[in-house]
């Protein structure tokens, strides 16, 4: 029978604790500045670009800010909130943390075949973007094609 030391004790505890924590954060933002389908933003958290910030507050507000300036905002309905980037294309605001949870506000770009490349980021401005890098919504309106 094999024995183990105290300290591979400790290197097979540390790589446990790097899956763990590797598993958590693969289902949050994928980048700073970035939400792909299927990732969320949950409240309380937020995207960043230098001085503009996408951020999740508490009562489902969503906010658009370049350092304390309001760019654009979201007034959602509930206490908190998650911000989902669905494979169709629209990002959905939805009560409560599930992704089946009610919708309080949505974009409404979800597309007719859903191609799981769209994408949200967040630059100078908030955008959506399709497969080819066309953006098909910017800081609350559609695009006109």
């Known amino acids: 029978m094999a024995s183990f030391s105290s300290s591979s004790s400790a290197t097979i505890l540390l790589l446990l604790t790097l899956a763990l924590m590797t598993s958590y954060l693969s289902t949050r933002a994928s980048a700073n500045n970035r939400l792909n389908p299927g990732d969320s933003l949950h409240t309380f958290e937020s995207l960043s670009y230098g001085q503009y910030y996408l951020l999740l507050r508490k009562f489902c507000y969503l906010f658009f800010e370049n350092g304390n300036a309001v760019i654009w905002k979201v007034e959602g309905e509930g206490v908190f909130c998650r911000?989902?980037?669905?494979s169709d294309g629209n990002l959905v605001m939805r009560a409560g943390t599930?992704?089946?949870?009610?919708?309080?506000?949505a974009s409404n770009t979800n597309q007719p075949n859903p191609t799981n490349d769209y994408y949200?980021?967040?630059t100078n401005q908030v955008a959506i973007y399709d497969s080819q890098n066309n953006t098909i919504w910017v800081n609350g309106n559609k695009?006109?094609?």
Do not use: T
Not at 98 to 105: D, F, I, K, M, S
């Open 83 to 86: 911000l989902w980037m669905q």
């Open 98 to 105: 599930e992704a089946n949870g009610r919708a309080v506000w």
């Open 120 to 122: 949200l980021l967040v």
């Open 143 to 145: 695009v006109a094609r």
